[in-house]
């Protein structure tokens, strides 16, 4: 029975203790920063631009009110579709409030898919997730193999 | 002894040395007159076309003017449908009438010369001249102070200062209509193609004469006005426009970003190349049957630019009627070989530039 005992509070505290390993990340990282760790996974870089303030206004509908940073990253042709974006919040109400927003966003999107001229890019867009790691938030429409590797180094340049 | 008949006696050579020399004289004398006939015919000939040529005009309408292969009159007529094919092979001629606004007198042609002395001189009515007509405008097109009237083809050279910039119905032009606009005056996107939002960011293929379409340069809007500092920039954007396809939006959130755009290309030119003229042009018509873009959505995003061109007081070439039936949709015969009921083919390509010359951006 004491053997029991032990054991299970062992394990309790095994699982406590990586429950709060795993949502420590760092919440004082310029988004630039991140996006210069992330963004060299993309094949596709250079087709990326910064969005307009209008598209941050029509498309994602995120308030300059709701983040204290951000960086969306947008193509400039055709062709590609790769995109992301990445917001620095204040906290974890404002972090999910942008997330609902850019679910609409990429809802959106996939509604409004015209693939006259670029057919093979809309896995990119069936892939699209949002993500959150502390108080960042953002989505990638990238490539699986690219999406993983993107937001792998997002991660290690928020962990402690 | 008799000389041997063979022997030639200097007196018998001496007669027939005459002889010859006499035809000799006769042959040269007959050549020489017939010379100069010929060069009396010419000379006359030459004064009689002299005359006949200042008897008759100038033909309005050269076959074919330098630096391309033709541009023949297209048949315009909205029941008419003209032949595709290669240039130079269209048939009919163009029944535009251009009504140019008659010029009045002017006051300084019959104003009488001031003389010194102090007695006043006599005041002369001026002459009664009537009003100059109002330019016509195209039926079917609404009434704007922004779109651009038809006027007097200013001809092919006009051409030379126009740039267009645009998305694939655009792009054609460098397959369809190269020999009427130059490639290095196309700007069109990566893929041939542009949607018309983040519009500033979007980037066009600078022209190479060398390297494929693929692999020409990628530059921004603003990097190419730099650039090339255009005369006139005449700008066909919309017919991609993916927030029309967005559940998530009303029409209206569509117009406000639409007309956005078209303010972001305004400032764009004005900030990187003010002297450019800056003209839009209607998105062309489209065939419901062949597309998802259906005319109704299409007509209302030239509403919406006709709106923003008035606010921003830029020109509009309306050519979207010139371009349709008597239904509102692209004439058949100007949509491209794969009948995809939005492109344009050779004929679509020279309705186009005809309208484009026919209403010169002043």
Known sequence: MKKILCSLLSAILLFSLFACASASYRADVAVKTLADAAEPKISKASNLANASDDFMEFFL???????????????????????????????????????????????????????????????????????????????????????????????????? | MNPSPRQNTPRANSGGRAALNSALVRVLAALSTLALLTVFIFFGILIRQKIEAKKTPADPL??????????????????????????????????????????????EATDTA?????????????????????????????????????????????LKDVYFLGDSTTYGMMVYAKDLVSYDHIWAGSGGTID?????????????????????????????????????????????????????????????????????????????????????????????????????????????LLAECEALNVPLLWSHTYMGDSNGQLIASYNADHLDGIHLNTAGFRAVITYVRTHPIS
């Not at chain 2, 003017?65 to 541009?71: H, K, L, R, V």
């Not at chain 2, 009664?128 to 007097?152: N, W, Y």
């Not at chain 2, 005449?234 to 078209?262: C, H, M």
Request: charged share 25%; aromatic share 8%.
């Open chain 1, 61 to 160: 509908g995120v308030g300059a009110d709701k983040y204290d940073d951000a960086i969306v990253r947008t193509p400039t042709g055709a062709l590609s579709i790769d995109e992301y974006a990445i917001f620095r919040v204040k906290n974890e109400a404002d972090a999910a409030a942008i997330r609902a927003l850019l679910e609409t966003y990429l809802t959106g999107r996939r509604s409004s898919w015209d693939g006259r001229y670029n057919a093979s890019e809309k896995p990119k867009l069936d892939n699209a997730k949002t993500f959150v790691y502390g108080n960042y938030v953002g989505y990638t429409i990238l490539s699986q193999s690219e999406q993983s590797a993107f937001l792998s180094a997002l991660e290690n340049a928020l962990k402690h």
């Open chain 2, 62 to 107: 050269p076959a074919s003017e330098s630096g391309n292969a033709g541009f023949p009159p297209v048949s315009v007529g909205r029941d008419t449908e003209p032949s595709s094919g290669q240039p130079g092979t269209e048939e009919g001629e163009t029944d535009r009438t251009v009504t140019e606004p008659a010029v009045p007198e002017t006051a």
């Open chain 2, 114 to 158: 001031k003389t010194p002395e102090t007695e006043p001189q006599p005041v002369t009515e001026p002459p009664v001249t009537e009003p100059p007509a109002p330019p016509v405008q195209d039926p079917g097109v609404p009434s704007s102070p922004v779109i651009v009237m038809e006027a007097a083809d200013p001809g092919a050279d006009y």
């Open chain 2, 196 to 304: 018309f939002t983040d519009i500033t960011n979007k980037i066009i293929k600078w022209p190479d004469a060398v390297k494929s379409f693929m692999d020409w340069e990628e530059i921004t809007i603003a990097e190419a006005l730099r650039r090339a500092r255009p005369k006139i920039l005449i700008v066909t954007l919309g017919i991609n426009y993916s927030p029309d396809g967005n559940a998530t939006w009303t029409d209206e959130k569509r117009e406000q970003y639409f007309r956005k755009q078209v303010k972001a290309v305004y400032d764009t030119v004005k900030e990187n190349s003010p002297e450019t003229k800056l003209a839009f042009q209607t998105i062309y018509p489209t065939i419901d049957d062949r597309t998802s873009i259906k005319n109704s959505r299409v007509d209302l995003r030239n509403k919406w």
